[in-house]
């Protein structure tokens, strides 16, 4: 007889990431000899600073290979204090940081101190699309609010207190966002911090703005959980480090989840996290120097070929423009031109139903890329009926 299967029903409710989807068929068509210009992902083309290299090799030289204290070395929550306090000029004491092993179990850990099932978690539509599927994990019911491209992505004010009721437990918001690279205005920060219920706010795209300024959700409140990490400012997807700030009164339960469930993040790239913090501010600056020129590139290029950017980027390395000029439906329109231009792109319905009709761009690779990338797509554009 056939062994039955159960599966948690709150996995069944889960969306697949279609970014990695799209990433995936572009591997096998490369396997096939195809030359594929990565637009799709969000990760830096840049390699690791060499400084932060550089520590990462001497502490393994050094043996600095075993287990760290579960929140993370001290060294590292102090220069994570430290960074604070001359990033934003707020204090934070390292008892208050668990690092981790990149931001997702951050994010994740967070809301399983946060939420009981049934407990319900605000996002924004389009928005990460991950948050969703954490929330789920959890069983916790997400909460979509729609915002505009009209109005920056921003939270509309009216919609999100309608979307509040008594088993609302937290909200995430995410600036610079992902998917179109807008700043959340001090506006809308002001009214978070003025909520009831503790707000997560993901910053892992701090570092990487070219107008206006990153502010932290810590300048406007303590009543909250900051997300951040490595991986986009520093270049260093690979070493998975991220770290989680929260209030005092939820660090035991958080220090509890990460013993059982992650032990601690990685000693090497711990040590590594220090020197980034320390010694790369002028690496840092040279590749936003260069994302700066791709986005006003990428920018520039798809205006000319009719696709509507409402919001331009002012941070991380994405533009979400809109592409119902082309299509009704950016699952297939992205694939197809997978397959047929050799680029790949994100449908907008990766981020949300209401990211329908839009297409992310990534212009995290070189200048020379984009441009062949863009030409592609308008010769694929050339080459279709009724374009």
Not at 39 to 61: H, K, R, T, Y
Not at 139 to 160: M, R, S
């Amino acid at each position: 007889m056939p062994k039955s299967t159960h599966l948690n029903p709150a996995t069944e409710k889960m969306t697949p990431f279609i970014v990695m989807e799209v990433l995936e068929r572009a591997t096998e068509l490369e396997k096939l000899g195809h030359h594929i210009i990565h637009m799709e992902v969000g990760e830096p083309d840049f390699d690791m600073p060499l400084c932060i290299a550089n520590a990462a090799a001497e502490a393994q030289n050094n043996g600095q290979t075993h287990y760290t204290h579960s929140l993370g070395s001290l060294d590292l929550r102090e220069a994570i204090a430290r960074f604070y306090l001359k990033e934003y000029s707020v204090s934070v004491s390292p008892d208050q940081i668990l690092v981790t092993s990149g931001s997702s179990p951050a994010i994740l850990m967070a809301l399983m101190a946060i939420c009981n099932a049934g407990d319900e978690v605000i996002i924004t539509n389009p928005g990460y699309p991950c948050y969703r599927n954490f929330a789920l994990a959890c069983h916790a019911v997400p909460v979509e609010v729609n915002v505009e491209a009209e109005n920056g992505f921003q939270y509309d004010v009216e919609k999100l207190k309608a979307a509040i009721t008594p088993k609302t437990r937290t909200l995430f918001v995410n600036s610079p966002m992902n998917p179109s690279g807008t700043l959340v205005h001090d506006d809308v920060f002001k009214v978070l911090a003025k909520l009831d219920f503790p707000v997560i706010s993901d910053e892992i795209y701090h570092g990487l703005v070219y107008e206006g300024k990153a502010r932290s959700i810590l300048e406007f409140t303590d009543n909250a959980f900051v997300v951040s990490g490595f991986s986009k400012r520093f270049a260093m997807t690979g070493l998975r480090l991220g770290y989680l700030i929260a209030p005092k009164e939820y660090m035991r339960t958080l220090q509890i989840l990460q013993q059982n469930l992650f032990i601690c993040a990685p000693s090497t790239a711990q040590a590594a996290g220090i020197a980034a913090l320390e010694q790369s501010e002028n690496d840092v600056n040279k590749m936003k120097l260069i994302y700066n020129e791709r986005r006003i590139y990428t920018i520039k290029r798809l205006r000319e070929m009719g696709f509507e950017i409402k919001t331009e980027p002012q941070g991380a390395f994405y533009v979400l423009a809109d592409a119902r000029k082309f299509t009704n439906d950016s699952y297939h329109f992205a694939f197809d031109i997978l397959e047929n231009a050799h680029v790949g792109i994100t449908p907008g319905v990766d981020f949300g139903t209401h990211g329908e009709g839009f297409i992310r761009f990534s212009y995290a690779t070189s200048l020379a890329n984009i441009t062949e990338g863009l030409d592609r797509i308008e010769k694929y554009f050339s080459n279709i009926k009724n374009y």
